[in-house]
């Protein structure tokens, strides 16, 4: 799609317009380079959160609250890899936007609803860990499956709601047809008090909502371990109530070693968003890096949880489709 000028030094997305954007230029080489890396690393995280969604999905013993909202994010991060990955590798290569003002306001909801998603759903997963470890007596009247699937349809209606609002009501997408930016681009501008308030809703307040619940929880994961090592020191036999919170500490902290990912991905970004920096190739390479978290999620179930490893060898050696696979008890000798 390359254009040049008559010069051959200036390219422009759109030569036949006199606002086109200016064209980046990048080498043959360099483009394929590229094209291969995003590719593989889209289709590596569209597999992966296939894998786990199959998983929950067909395995009737891990129909639990907590790995329903796994599975909410496995399929946010799955539609992350397989929508969001692909436009915005050919968007970062060809730095032109090729796909029409239309889809250009589309696309800028899908990508605001996914990862709002993102957050809402850890934000859910801490609240179930916080109920597991901290109440872990009432967790089972408190968090049931009717009431997380409500939350989880809660969470898929008001995160579009929300973003459709903000793109379409407020106008804040700039198509490329639009005279205050050049021809062949689609980035959002928003006012000052909207920018506001979207950075403290969309970010900052689950930042902190996220931090606040996990410190609270490795806290209480933290004196039941030392309580049930004192009573192993003293020779005490472990009760069933101290041996399930030992169950619930382990399982909080594996999800929070996932939340922590997740932390870790999106600090640079509330930085660049708290700073209020302007350096497009900073935030690039900070906005991939939050994309590259929705691959990492099923790798820490693979380092995690036992069971995942004998599902995907089910899945792998199409064993889900004998009869009945569905009724496999994949938690045997093992605690979720």
């Not at 994010?73 to 968007?91: S, W």
């Not at 681009?185 to 308030?197: D, K, P, Q, S």
């Not at 039941?224 to 500490?249: A, D, Q």
């Amino acid at each position: 799609m390359a254009n040049e000028t008559e010069d051959h030094e200036t390219q422009y997305c759109f030569p036949a317009v006199n606002s086109s954007c200016i064209k980046t230029k990048r080498s043959t080489l360099e483009s394929n380079v590229m094209y291969v890396f995003f590719s593989l690393l889209s289709v590596w995280t569209v597999f992966l959160n296939l894998l786990v969604i199959i998983s929950i999905s067909h395995f009737k013993k891990l129909h639990t609250p907590t790995n329903l909202l796994i599975l909410s994010l496995a399929v946010v991060d799955m539609l992350v890899g397989l929508i969001v990955m692909p436009v915005e590798a050919v968007k970062l290569i060809e730095t032109c936007w090729y796909f029409g003002d239309i889809f250009c306001g589309l696309f800028i909801i899908i990508m605001g609803v996914l990862l709002s998603m993102s957050f809402n759903n850890l934000i859910l997963i801490a609240i179930d860990r916080f109920v597991a470890v901290c109440y872990p007596l009432q967790y089972e009247r408190k968090i049931t499956t009717s009431k997380t699937l409500i939350s989880i349809c809660l969470c898929w209606f008001f995160s579009p709601a929300y973003n459709t609002t903000v793109i379409t009501v407020n106008k804040y997408v700039i198509t490329s047809n639009r005279t205050d930016g050049c021809y062949g681009e689609c980035t959002i501008v928003m006012g000052f008090v909207w920018g506001v308030v979207n950075q403290i809703v969309g970010f900052f307040l689950p930042f902190f909502v996220l931090i606040t619940f996990y410190l609270r929880i490795f806290c209480v994961a933290k004196q039941h371990v030392k309580v049930m090592n004192s009573l192993i020191k003293s020779g005490k036999h472990l009760t069933e109530g101290s041996i399930k919170r030992k169950s619930e500490s382990k399982a909080a902290l594996t999800l929070g070693i996932l939340v922590l990912i997740h932390l870790l991905c999106w600090s640079g970004y509330i930085f660049y968003l708290a700073v209020s920096a302007d350096a497009p190739s900073v935030l690039n390479s900070i906005i991939w890096t939050v994309y590259s978290s929705s691959g990492l999620n099923p790798l820490v179930y693979a380092l995690f949880y036992p069971w995942f490893r004998r599902v995907v060898k089910h899945i792998l050696t199409f064993k889900i489709f004998s009869p009945a696979s569905s009724l496999v008890n994949i938690l045997a000798d093992h605690h979720s």
